[in-house]
């Protein structure tokens, strides 16, 4: 059974910066694209950034050039580094695992989810 634990999140101002981390288990970690998505205060959850199982990675319009997605296959973690934050990146933050292929653009791509980290960035 695959279990997605997320961590590190928590309150900034604007400007910080912040690492979310995601360990893995119950896969064969380095087999699987993983993901970022989060949601909003009434709003659905989006796609933040994804990665594959080689590396490659794909963020959201919104977040290109100041997010930064990773992964240690060594230690079933796939990290989210957030700099420059902006209050409209306040939302919960969800690991996601992919259902099949390398990445994840879309939620109906996820095969298991996180449970989610809070992050709040103040103005």
């Known amino acids: 059974q695959v279990q997605l634990v997320e961590s590190g999140g928590g309150l900034v101002q604007a400007g910080g910066s912040l690492r979310l981390s995601c360990a893995a288990s119950?896969?064969?970690?380095?087999?699987?694209?993983m993901g970022w998505f989060r949601q909003a205060p009434g709003q659905e959850r989006e796609f933040v950034a994804t990665?594959?199982?080689?590396?490659?990675?794909y963020y959201a319009d919104s977040v290109k050039g100041r997010f930064t997605i990773s992964r240690d296959n060594a230690k079933n973690t796939v990290y989210l580094q957030m700099n420059r934050l902006k209050p409209e990146d306040t939302a919960v933050y969800y690991c996601?695992?992919?259902?099949?292929?390398?990445?994840?653009?879309?939620?109906?791509?996820?095969?298991?989810w996180g449970e989610g980290t809070l992050v709040t960035v103040s103005s």
């Open positions: 990665i594959s199982g080689s590396g490659s990675a």
């Open positions: 119950g896969l064969s970690f380095s087999s699987y694209g």
């Open positions: 996601a695992r992919s259902r099949a292929g390398d990445i994840i653009l879309s939620s109906s791509q996820v095969r298991s």
